[in-house]
Every structure is written in structure tokens, then in C-alpha cells.
């Protein structure tokens, strides 16, 4: 009974420690839809629907701040930098859900998010079409805790902010080099219409240098999954009208004899 008293603790503890501090979802805003999230391979996949808007929403699972770096396509949603755990992301306050929904122009406005052809993803036309295809989040606990009772936008992290940089200039190849992506891939995020998103800066002192959960998914149009496997081929429609070579058994008689 003790051994099992004991394993049972274990596994708890196991679950624990692994359970996701934030949670992230996309959701397609021209229909309103969570875009469902299909594990294959190792990889969460999500299949995107070509010039629609989305949203990556964050949710705070914990009674405490968060600090959660977005990264889309390999570049910082916040700063347009290429992405890198270490840099300004959005702090979360306890349990609070939000949506992010695009490129973070100032603190007042965002580019919103848009499924588009790879070539014309952001990371693309900026020269950085490695890491298209993918949203990720590395997600920070706070030092010194502080709960608040009331509900906030999200905000940025003062300590981990700094003006973002110009856009890295496009190289002449890369419209060819993101044509010829690994693994195919078809869709990107591109950089789409301007909309009113306020944000305000706040402080954070990381608890540690490194994040506490790293979480990706990766998304692509639903032809292109198909066809890896992640999603089953659809079988081909058959019209019963449709002409047959063999309709019946034996030669009837024409009409009249």
C-alpha cells in the first residue's frame, strides 16, 4: 500500500511539473473558430485557412504573473526581432486570457495576423524564412510574485523592452529561398491591416534565465497536411450519374424493335 501510496505521489508530482503554465491556441477570426489542434510525429499541428485573419490566444493557467515571450514565423511578436527567449514578450496577470492578434507596431496598434503564401509572409519578405510555419511561446515565472484582484490588458515587460529595430532589409533571393522551405511548407503569416490594440509597459524580473515552458504548434493549409499525413487523404466523390463504360450485363433491344 505504501509503494503505491508512494508511486502515486510520484506520478503527481511528475504531472505537476510538466503541466503547462500558459496555454496557447490559435483562433481564426473571420470565422470565430478554434483551429484544432492535431498531434503527429512529435509535432501539434493546426491547418489554417489562406488570407484569414487569426489570433494566437494566451491563457494564464497560474495564480501568478507570467511573462510569455510570442514568437511567429521565428520572429518576436513584439519587436520584430528574430526570436529569442531573452527578449520582451507579454506579462500576463493571474489567470488571465487574452488574444494576441497581430504584429506589434506601438502600444497603441498591432499588423494584424494573416494565413498567407509563404513568400508573402513577414519573415520571408524580411529575409527570414527558415522558421516559417511555426507560433511559440517561452513563458517566464516572476521573481517576486505580486497578485492583483483585478482584471488588465496584457502588458509589456518594461525590463526586457527596447524600440524595435528596423525590419532587416529583404535579400534578393529570398522570395527562392522561402519557395524552397523545408519541408514544403505552404502558409506564413504575413503582415496585415493596422488595428487599435492598447498595451501599456510594466516591470518584470525574471525568476530565471531560462523559460520554464517552451510550447509550439505548428500550422500549414490543410492540403499540405494532408498530404505529410497529418490529416486522412479525402477519398474521391463518385457521381452515380456519371458515365460508365460497362452500365449492364448484355446488349438490350433498341426502342420500336
Same mark, same amino acid.
Given at each position: 500500500?505504501?509503494?503505491?501510496?508512494?508511486?502515486?505521489?510520484?506520478?503527481?508530482?511528475? /504531472?505537476?511539473? !510538466?503541466? @503547462?503554465? *500558459?496555454?496557447?491556441?490559435?483562433?481564426?477570426?473571420? %470565422?470565430?473558430?478554434?483551429?484544432? &489542434?492535431?498531434?503527429?510525429?512529435?509535432? %501539434?499541428? #493546426?491547418?489554417?485557412?489562406?488570407?484569414?485573419?487569426?489570433? #494566437?490566444?494566451?491563457?494564464?493557467?497560474?495564480?501568478?504573473?507570467?511573462?510569455? #515571450?510570442?514568437?511567429?514565423d521565428g520572429v518576436n511578436a513584439v519587436t520584430g526581432q528574430t526570436a529569442r527567449p531573452?527578449?520582451?514578450?507579454? *506579462?500576463?496577470?493571474?489567470?488571465?486570457? /487574452?488574444? *494576441?492578434?497581430?504584429?506589434?507596431?506601438?502600444?497603441?496598434?498591432?499588423?494584424?495576423?494573416?494565413?498567407?503564401?509563404? $513568400?508573402?509572409?513577414? @519573415?520571408?519578405?524580411?529575409?527570414? $524564412?527558415?522558421?516559417?510555419?511555426?507560433?511559440?511561446?517561452?513563458?517566464?515565472? &516572476?521573481?517576486?510574485? #505580486?497578485?492583483?484582484?483585478?482584471?488588465?490588458?496584457?502588458?509589456?515587460?518594461?525590463? =526586457? =523592452?527596447?524600440? =524595435? $529595430? @528596423?525590419?532587416?532589409?529583404?535579400?534578393?533571393?529570398?522570395?527562392?529561398?522561402?519557395?524552397?522551405?523545408a519541408q514544403q511548407q505552404r502558409l506564413g503569416t504575413g503582415h496585415g491591416a493596422r488595428?487599435?490594440?492598447?498595451?501599456?509597459?510594466?516591470?518584470?524580473?525574471?525568476?530565471?534565465?531560462?523559460?520554464?515552458?517552451?510550447?509550439?504548434?505548428?500550422?500549414?493549409?490543410?492540403? %499540405?497536411?494532408?498530404?505529410?499525413?497529418?490529416?486522412?487523404?479525402?477519398?474521391?466523390? !463518385?457521381?452515380?450519374?456519371?458515365?460508365? @463504360?460497362?452500365?449492364?450485363?448484355?446488349?438490350?433491344?433498341?426502342?420500336?424493335?
Open positions: 500500500m505504501l509503494r503505491s501510496l508512494l508511486f502515486a505521489a510520484a506520478l503527481l508530482a511528475s /504531472t505537476q511539473a !510538466h503541466a @503547462a503554465l *500558459v496555454d496557447i491556441d490559435l483562433i481564426d477570426r473571420d %470565422t470565430g473558430r478554434w483551429l484544432p &489542434e492535431t498531434p503527429f510525429r512529435g509535432d %501539434t499541428w #493546426v491547418a489554417g485557412a489562406p488570407g484569414h485573419r487569426y489570433a #494566437v490566444r494566451l491563457t494564464n493557467t497560474t495564480g501568478e504573473r507570467v511573462l510569455v #515571450v510570442l514568437s511567429v531573452s527578449q520582451a514578450g507579454y *506579462v500576463l496577470e493571474p489567470w488571465q486570457s /487574452t488574444e *494576441v492578434a497581430g504584429w506589434r507596431k506601438s502600444l497603441d496598434d498591432i499588423a494584424q495576423f494573416v494565413f498567407t503564401d509563404l $513568400p508573402d509572409s513577414y @519573415a520571408a519578405r524580411t529575409g527570414r $524564412p527558415r522558421n516559417v510555419g511555426v507560433v511559440g511561446i517561452a513563458v517566464f515565472r &516572476e521573481a517576486r510574485p #505580486v497578485v492583483y484582484e483585478y482584471e488588465t490588458p496584457p502588458q509589456i515587460a518594461r525590463d =526586457a =523592452a527596447q524600440p =524595435a $529595430p @528596423a525590419a532587416p532589409r529583404a535579400q534578393s533571393s529570398a522570395k527562392a529561398a522561402a519557395e524552397s522551405s488595428e487599435w490594440s492598447r498595451v501599456e509597459r510594466t516591470d518584470f524580473v525574471r525568476a530565471t534565465r531560462s523559460p520554464t515552458q517552451v510550447t509550439e504548434l505548428r500550422y500549414d493549409d490543410y492540403d %499540405t497536411l494532408a498530404a505529410i499525413g497529418v490529416y486522412p487523404r479525402p477519398r474521391p466523390h !463518385h457521381w452515380r450519374d456519371a458515365p460508365r @463504360a460497362f452500365p449492364n450485363g448484355f446488349v438490350a433491344d433498341p426502342p420500336g424493335g
